[in-house]
């Protein structure tokens, strides 16, 4: 499943900030936020899949936080099925970013769109072309690919790219802990 290169990328990068930048439960875990330096690091690392050029810094982060919780319940609505929900809530990042669309050539590549805020600042800069992307999808037969992750006390997102839509676990490791839970259960239950 393919929306575009660009746009898969700008989906990829609401799932990494949401992951990265949201409290809850990780691979079996309580997953709490670390601390402004490595919440920084992270974030960097995650929006350079789509610009290599960016930086955030510390004074950053906890605007690009807020961001983060605010995709999450767009991935929580769908998840829960209630894509009324996630629908309003995009639209209401769509309208408070004032995301405008805008066709960009940079680092090689050809044409294509990007979609940027009214204004200065992360919100501007990545809020908008995550709510956009995230539009692109809800808009779409595939919005039922965004999700959150089914195993037990994990609570990241995915957005599924696999052909047959089956995916239901943020990661492999979700996936294995999940198969090995199964197995020592119907293996103590034997005789």
Not at 16 to 35: C, F, I, S
Not at 60 to 66: I, K, N, P, R, Y
Request: with cysteine; proline share 3%; hydrophobic share 40%.
């Amino acid at each position: 499943m393919n929306f575009n290169s660009h746009m898969d990328a700008v989906v990829a990068t609401a799932v990494g900030l949401v992951n990265a930048l949201t409290e809850g439960e990780r691979r079996g875990r309580p997953y709490r936020l670390p601390d402004a330096a490595a919440r920084a690091e992270a974030a960097t690392e995650v929006l350079r899949g789509v610009s290599r050029r960016t930086e955030i810094t510390e004074g950053q982060v906890d605007e690009l936080t807020a961001i983060a919780r605010e995709l999450r319940v767009v991935f929580e609505a769908v998840a829960a099925g209630e894509v009324d929900t996630a629908a309003g809530q995009v639209n209401r990042l769509l309208e408070e970013t004032q995301a405008r669309p805008s066709l960009t050539r940079h680092d090689g590549e050809p044409w294509h769109i990007h979609f940027h805020g009214a204004g200065d600042g992360l919100a501007a800069e990545w809020a908008a072309p995550c709510a956009t992307g995230l539009a692109v999808v809800l808009g779409g037969e595939l919005y039922d690919r965004l999700g959150v992750c089914t195993a037990s006390h994990c609570d990241r997102v995915y957005v599924d790219t696999s052909r047959n839509g089956m995916r239901r676990f943020c990661s492999t490791a979700c996936q294995n802990r999940v198969k090995t839970a199964a197995f020592r259960a119907r293996a103590q239950s034997r005789p």
